[in-house]
């Protein structure tokens, strides 16, 4: 099984900065890795698939980047409603794996 | 729009079966996709169940493989999740969802049901 670890485990920052957060596989999963973001209490939601790809109505304030092992997911410039826990997913090998998670929070 | 819709018992003794059904809204299981079923322990990460497609074939979680089954039925336009032998490991959020834009990542999500494993 692919094993994805996501690091940090919570960034603090405020409104208006940049995020990056990582994603590292322990094998290539190639091009085939997305991003969720999931708030309390609701089910986790399709952000970026296939490495770079908006899910329709994401915010072109998402971005993501990278190949093979390693991954990034950045948000340019945070809105309020961007402060929740972001989890990257393969599809590459089943099973299919999840990231631990990132807890993005307001400083 | 495709709507998912979780049911079943909220507690499950253990050792016994869990069986959730997911109901599908706005759109034919039987037209296509992969559909899935995603659990969330309390307070912790997304774990994948295992997949079915619309014509029956199922993929399953190594780790949970010999407990599952997946199962569809057309007719109701539902799709069915069981886990035997269960333990307070399997207490979690269990979701139910739909591939979308590429097989395997999940663009349409149920809302989640709790189910607890306690005597």
């Known amino acids: 099984e692919i094993v994805l670890t996501q690091s940090p485990a919570t960034l603090s920052l405020s409104p208006g900065e940049r995020a990056t957060l990582s994603c590292r596989a322990s094998?290539?999963?190639?091009?085939?890795l997305a991003w969720y973001q999931q708030k309390p209490g609701q089910a986790p939601r399709l952000l970026i698939y296939?490495?770079?790809n908006r899910a329709t109505g994401i915010p072109a304030r998402f971005s993501g980047s990278g190949s093979g092992t390693d991954f990034t997911l950045t948000i340019s410039s945070l809105e309020p409603e961007d402060f929740a826990v972001y989890y990257c997913?393969?599809?590459?090998?089943?099973?299919?794996?999840f990231g631990q998670g990132t807890k993005l929070e307001i400083k | 729009q495709v709507q998912l819709q979780e049911s079943g018992p909220g507690l499950v003794k253990p050792s016994e079966t869990l069986s959730l059904t997911c109901t599908v809204s706005?759109?034919?299981?039987?037209?296509?996709?992969?559909w899935g079923w995603i659990r969330q322990p309390p307070g912790k990460g997304l774990e994948w169940i295992g997949s079915?497609?619309?014509?029956?074939?199922?993929y399953y979680n190594p780790s949970l493989k010999s407990r599952v089954t997946i199962s569809v039925d057309t007719s109701k336009n539902q799709f069915s999740l069981k886990l035997s032998s269960v333990t307070a490991a399997d207490t979690a959020v269990y979701y139910c969802?739909?591939?979308?834009?590429?097989?395997?990542?999940?663009?349409?999500w149920g809302q989640g049901t709790l189910v607890t494993v306690s005597s």
């Open positions: 969802a739909r591939d979308g834009v590429s097989s395997g990542y999940y663009t349409s």
């Open positions: 706005g759109y034919s299981i039987s037209s296509g996709y992969y």
């Open positions: 079915i497609y619309h014509s029956g074939s199922t």
């Open positions: 094998q290539s999963v190639s091009s085939y």
């Open positions: 296939d490495v770079s």
């Open positions: 997913q393969q599809r590459s090998n089943w099973p299919y794996t």
